[in-house]
C-alpha cells in the first residue's frame, strides 16, 4: 500500500540555521504531496502541496519539490525561528486515500 | 468563527465506559475524515464520509461507530473504551474527495484518557 516515510526526529536547530526534513513516499499512482504543521496543543494546519511533478509548494517561508523521479518531497527553510518550532507531516493523497508520515519534532533554541 | 470543532477538548473516563465526540465544520464541506493521533503523534485515518455516506472505514475495533447525522456533522461513538484507545482523535474536512478539493482543515483534537 502507499506509504511515507520522514526522517526521525527531533530536529533541534539554533535560530537562523538551515532546515531541511527528507520525505519519502510511496504510491501506486501520482499523488498529491502536502507538508503540515502542529503547533503544540493545536490540530494539523496545511503549511504547503504541491499536485504534480516538479511542482513547488511554497509559504512562510517554507519550501518543497515534488520530485517524482526520487518519489521525495523535501521541506526546507533557510533560516528557522523559534516559533517554527512544531511537528512536522508530509502526506499523500490519491483517490480517496490520505497517507500521512510519522511526523518530525522540530525545536528551534534562540 | 471556528472552522472545524469538536467537544469535548479532554475526556477522561473509566475503562468499560461508552462515550461520544462530536464534530462540526460550517465550512461547507462535502467530506470529513476521524483520525487517531498515538503518543508517538503517529496520525492514522480512522473513517471518511462523503456528504453522509462512509467511504472510508479503516481496519478499527468495531466499538467504534461513525454517524454523519448531516453533512456539517460527524460524530464518533466508542462502547467499551479500552486502555489502548487513549489517544488524540482529530476531526477534519475537506471540500470533496477530488484531487483538487482534498485539502484537509482539522479541528483542534479531542483528548482521550482511558483509565
Known amino acids: 500500500g502507499d506509504s511515507v516515510t520522514q526522517m526521525e526526529g527531533p530536529v533541534t536547530l539554533s535560530e537562523e540555521a538551515f532546515l531541511t526534513i527528507n520525505c519519502t513516499y510511496t504510491?501506486?499512482?501520482?499523488?498529491?504531496l502536502f507538508w503540515y504543521v502542529q503547533y503544540p496543543g493545536e490540530g494539523l494546519q496545511l503549511l504547503l502541496k504541491?499536485?504534480?511533478?516538479?511542482d513547488k509548494g511554497s509559504n512562510k517561508g517554507f519550501e518543497a519539490t515534488y520530485r517524482k523521479e526520487t518519489t521525495s518531497f523535501h521541506l526546507e527553510k533557510g533560516s528557522v525561528q523559534v516559533s517554527d518550532s512544531a511537528v512536522y507531516f508530509c502526506?499523500?493523497?490519491?483517490?480517496?486515500?490520505?497517507?500521512f508520515g510519522p511526523g518530525t519534532r522540530l525545536s528551534v533554541l534562540p | 468563527d471556528t472552522a472545524v470543532s469538536q467537544t469535548p477538548k479532554y475526556l477522561v473516563t473509566q475503562m468499560g465506559n461508552d462515550k461520544s465526540i462530536k464534530c462540526e465544520q460550517n465550512l461547507g464541506h462535502d467530506t470529513m475524515y476521524w483520525y487517531k493521533q498515538d503518543s508517538k503523534k503517529f496520525l492514522k485515518i480512522m473513517f471518511s464520509?462523503?456528504?453522509?455516506?462512509?467511504?472510508i472505514n479503516e481496519t478499527v475495533p468495531n466499538r467504534f461507530s461513525p454517524k454523519s447525522p448531516d453533512k456539517a456533522h460527524l460524530n464518533l461513538h466508542i462502547n467499551s473504551l479500552e486502555l489502548g484507545d487513549s489517544a488524540v482523535y482529530f476531526c477534519?474536512?475537506?471540500?470533496?474527495?477530488?484531487?483538487?478539493?482534498?485539502?484537509?482543515?482539522f479541528g483542534p483534537g479531542t483528548r482521550l484518557t482511558v483509565l
Open positions: 504510491a501506486t499512482g501520482y499523488p498529491s
Open positions: 502526506a499523500t493523497f490519491y483517490g480517496q486515500n490520505f497517507v
Open positions: 504541491a499536485t504534480k511533478a516538479d
Open positions: 464520509y462523503n456528504n453522509k455516506e462512509l467511504i
Open positions: 477534519a474536512s475537506s471540500l470533496g474527495t477530488g484531487s483538487s478539493y482534498n485539502e484537509q482543515f
